[in-house]
Every structure is written in C-alpha cells, then in structure tokens.
C-alpha cells in the first residue's frame, strides 16, 4: 500500500498567515493527489484535485503544488473560516490512502 | 443538486454484522465510482471501498478484506456496504461518496456490548 505522510500534524497560526503544509507518498503517485478541509461534525470538502487545480467554488488562498512523492498544500492568507484538519488523499492506486490530518489551530 | 444520504447505522454488538446503504440522487447514479469512507470520532479519514459503475470492480483496504463488502443497486440508485464480524475498532463514522467530490453526511456506527 503506498503511505501517505503528512507533516505537520497540528499547528497554530494567526489570521492572515501563510500556512504550508506537506504530503509525502511512498512511492510515485504522478499527480494522483487531492486536499481535503474538514471542519467538526461535517465532511470533508475537496480544495484541490489532480494536486494542483482549485476545486471549483475554493477561495484562490489555497494552492497546492507538486507531483511523484512530494506535495503542498499553501493557505496564503489564513482566514477565520480555515481553521479545521486537513488531509491529502492519493488516488493513484487501491488501497487509496490519506495522510494522517493536520489541524490548523488559533494561535 | 447531488445528494447522498447514509442510512443503517447504529449499535452492534461485537462480532455482529449490520448493512449501511447511501440512497443517491440528483445525478446518473450508474455513471459514477462510489465510495465509503470511514472515521473513528476525534481521529483521521480512512478509505474503506469503492465500487465502479456498473458494479464490476471494487477495492477494499487490505484491512477490511474479507469482513466488508460493496455493493450497488443501480436500479434504486442506492450503494450498500455490508459489515461482517464487527468488532470495536469498526466504530465510526460511515461516510459514502461519489468520486470522493460530494459526500453525505455520515453514519455513526457503533459496536458494543
């Protein structure tokens, strides 16, 4: 099964900081890579698909970038509404596989 | 407007079994891979299956082989999972997708005694 590592697992930020943060896969997962918000007793919301392209109706703030193993995903300017987990999915391959979440904080 | 809505959950007792089933609608239910996904309360999202269209190829997670199963009713436009042998680390939330882009709103289930 390809892993999916997610660093960093929780951190605290202000309103109107940059926030990054990372997926690394296992093995290659070309562009296969999605980013997911979930904020408390709801589903998640899909940001970014095929790890580079906004979901349609996202805030341009989100970004991700990157392809094979290594991948980001960048709030530019965090806002009240963003803190919530996120998490990276790859669906390169069965069993897909999603990163163990950060939880974006106030700091 | 897409929708899908989980129903079937609840409590078990360990080592029972129990059917969740997620009524689609709003789109052409047989055009699309569904899945379920599932998640502990308070813990990370964990895939669980999917099932392609027509019903003809389906993957679990490794850990799941064997006591889970898919399936769909294109007919009724209605996927299912059915849970065997269920043991205490199955409690969460049971979410179904399409194509992992629209969710319903999940399914607790719970396995006790």
């Known amino acids: 099964d390809i892993q999916m590592t997610q660093s960093p697992s929780s951190l605290s930020a202000s309103v109107g900081d940059r926030v990054t943060i990372t997926c690394r896969a296992s093995q290659g997962i070309r562009d296969d890579l999605g980013w997911y918000q979930q904020k408390p007793g709801e589903a998640p919301r899909r940001l970014i698909y095929?790890?580079?392209s906004l979901q349609s109706g996202v805030p341009s703030r989100f970004s991700g970038s990157g392809s094979a193993t290594e991948f980001t995903l960048t709030i530019s300017s965090l806002q009240p509404e963003d803190f919530a987990t996120y998490y990276c999915l790859q669906h390169n391959t069965s069993p897909l596989t999603f990163g163990g979440g950060t939880k974006v904080e106030i700091k | 407007e897409v929708q899908l809505v989980e129903s079937g959950g609840g409590f078990v007792q360990p080592g029972g079994s129990l059917k969740l089933s997620c009524a689609a609608s709003g789109f052409t239910f047989n055009r699309f891979w569904m899945h379920w996904v599932r998640q502990v309360p308070g813990k990370g999202l964990v895939w669980v299956s999917h099932i392609n269209g027509d019903g003809s190829n389906s993957n679990f997670a490794d850990s799941l082989k064997g006591r889970f199963s898919i399936s769909r009713d294109n007919a009724k436009n209605t996927l299912y999972l059915q849970m065997d042998s269920l043991t205490a680390e199955d409690t969460a939330v049971y979410y179904c997708?399409?194509?992992?882009?629209?969710w319903g709103r999940g399914t607790l289930v719970t396995v006790s005694s």
């Open positions: 997708s399409r194509d992992l882009i629209y």
């Open positions: 095929g790890a580079s």
